[in-house]
């Protein structure tokens, strides 16, 4: 694959009848220099034929077993050159300049993730995200979700850029470890801004770089999961990216919580299983935070300034 100005990493599982409005977004971009990698996993609904018949274009590749859209993307990275990478949801469409807006921004090379302003794809004046937050107990939230398309305006930093439709850099990801593979769905972009910050690199809001998400679809396809993941992945994201004491300050909070939900929710068997992952793989879990605090260049205290400014107004993956 040869290098371009930017590699382009679409993630798609059983949504061929969307995923051309956002390859057609692609298409139409006034900035060319890019490669475009989808990476299947494991559909069913004969988008893979759909996709070499009429995007012949872009670089296909097959997944063998159904592993999640974090270690696709790690797949897709291994397989491109450039020095950026935007990630997509197959159920996202792009305005005509989102990447040229986005290679702009990414010129101050302390920026490590640019986040973009997602608006709603049936309400194109309503805002699905402006970047994302976290409160203290490890709760994602995505910024101004639910407001009109007035707010976000201003550049500002943020703890993630919703991986829906964000830019990175290469050498950032690397330095941090890519994405968490063991995530599977749900929050990987929350933890992978978080590790970015701690790592003393930007995270910041472009608002000027617009996309529009069908946001759910996806979710609504594999809806049995996401409990489970979105359970299991915060607490893992807690573990690894809080400082020590900060993990015995909030950890029994949190954990309370979780018991909490499991009480009153339709979710219960799930939300145990994820407790009970979080136990067994707490070593592999302790490696990855021995590999994140490494990179530690920023402090809780300094991330905790970020959090209190950003109040939730809805928090991502909350099923």
């Known amino acids: 694959m040869g290098k371009n100005d930017i590699d382009i990493i679409i993630c798609c599982r059983n949504n061929g009848d969307i995923i051309r409005r956002c390859l057609d977004s692609v298409e139409s971009q006034t900035s060319k220099n890019f490669n475009c990698i989808v990476v299947d996993d494991q559909s069913k609904d004969g988008t893979t034929e759909m996709l070499k018949k009429e995007y012949p274009w872009v670089g296909l590749i097959e ?8 270690e696709s993307r790690n797949i897709a990275l291994r397989r491109s050159q450039s020095e950026f990478i935007a990630t997509l949801d197959s159920d996202v469409q792009l305005d005509k300049n989102w990447i040229k807006e986005q290679l702009q921004f990414m010129k101050d090379k302390n920026i490590g993730i640019g986040a973009s302003k997602i608006m709603y794809s049936w309400d194109k004046n309503r805002i699905n995200s402006c970047g994302g937050g976290i409160t203290k107990l490890g709760f994602g ?23 829906a439709a964000m830019i990175a850099r290469r050498k950032m990801l690397e330095e941090i470890g890519n994405f968490d593979e063991t995530y599977f769905y749900g929050n990987e972009d929350t933890d992978i801004g978080w590790r970015a910050n701690i790592a ?30 979105g359970t299991k992945n915060r607490i893992r994201s807690l573990i690894k990216n809080y400082s020590f004491m900060n993990v015995v300050k909030y950890m029994p909070i949190h954990i309370f919580l979780v018991i909490g939900k499991i009480a009153i929710s339709n979710s219960k068997e799930a939300r145990l299983h994820a407790l009970l992952w979080n136990l067994l793989h707490l070593p592999s879990t302790l490696n990855a935070r021995n590999s994140a605090q490494k990179t530690r260049k920023v402090s809780d205290v300094e991330l905790m300034k970020m959090f209190s400014r950003q109040l939730p107004r809805k928090t991502s993956n909350s099923n």
Not at 141 to 163: C, P, R, W
Not at 214 to 229: G, L, P, Q, Y
């Open 63 to 70: 997944k063998l077993e159904w592993t999640g859209p974090s």
């Open 200 to 229: 003393g690199w930007k995270v910041a809001f472009n608002p000027n770089a617009i996309a529009y998400h069908d946001e759910n679809r996806t979710i609504r396809k594999m809806s049995r999961n996401v409990a489970f993941h």
């Open 141 to 163: 939230f995505d910024i101004n979700s639910g407001m009109d398309k007035e707010n976000g305006t201003q550049k500002n930093a943020v703890l993630y850029g919703h991986s």
